[in-house]
């Protein structure tokens, strides 16, 4: 059975640019997660999505970051300008309801210049 | 709010020796799972060991093992026979468990380092 894919697991942009990072979750599983870790820290979680409804996107900054999950299967995060700041890891993560934990992808390493 | 605290950030052991690493939760829940995922240099999390808390018995898997302490909310990993591929981050989480697929909250890690 295929893990949860990400794409890419590395990108370098300069700052203001757009970014977008793209997950394929495992099959069946019907919750996918966003997490953002910063060097040196755990992972933070940045949206939860239940099939398509995005049911846990209170950490997630708006005012940049946006995401979809149009078919309740992939789902794409985006960034729109990116910040010097948002150098980081982008982790996805995907569990079903009979698992009690999430299985993560490699994430996309990001760095803003 | 669940909170995650790992008190360690850096542990080195002697490959074939035992180490523990030390994780402390905060949370008001009584239904919770909590876990031990490691993180090496390919930044893929992997899970180690999970633990219902509801079950009294230590999780144990393998050469990994885990000290339960509910009511100090304490949670330990200890490795044994330690191995160069233990290398890694290890992170320390938390999920409730009364929300299905509830968000896991993580600690801020211990790198364990392996000395040959």
């Known amino acids: 059975e295929a893990g949860v894919v990400q794409s890419p697991r590395y990108k370098i942009i300069e700052k203001k640019q757009p970014v977008a990072f793209w997950c394929n979750p495992i099959s069946g599983h019907n919750t996918l997660y966003w997490y953002l870790q910063n060097l040196g820290q755990g992972p933070e979680l940045l949206i939860r999505?239940?099939?398509?409804?995005?049911?846990?996107d209170s950490q997630l900054p708006k005012d940049r970051f946006s995401a979809e999950r149009l078919k309740g299967v992939d789902s794409t995060l985006k960034i729109q300008p990116a910040e010097l700041g948002d150098s980081a890891v982008y982790l996805c993560?995907?569990?079903?309801?009979?698992?009690?934990?999430?299985?993560f992808g490699q994430g996309t390493r990001l760095t803003v210049v | 709010a669940q909170t995650v605290t790992q008190s360690q950030p850096e542990m080195s052991v002697q490959e074939a020796e035992t180490v523990t690493l030390s994780c402390t939760y905060d949370t008001s829940e009584s239904d919770y799972y909590l876990f031990w995922y490691k993180q090496p240099p390919s930044r893929q999390m992997i899970l180690v060991i999970r633990q219902e808390a509801y079950k009294q018995q230590n999780a144990t898997e393998n050469r990994f093992s885990v000290n339960f302490q509910k009511a100090a909310k304490s949670f330990s990993l200890k490795i044994s026979d330690s191995q160069l591929g233990d290398a890694a981050m290890y992170f320390c989480a938390y999920r409730r468990g009364c929300c299905r697929d509830d968000k896991i909250i993580f600690g801020k890690g211990t790198r364990l380092h392996i000395l040959p």
């Open positions: 999505y239940e099939n398509e409804e995005a049911v846990d």
């Open positions: 993560a995907s569990s079903s309801g009979g698992n009690t934990e999430a299985f």
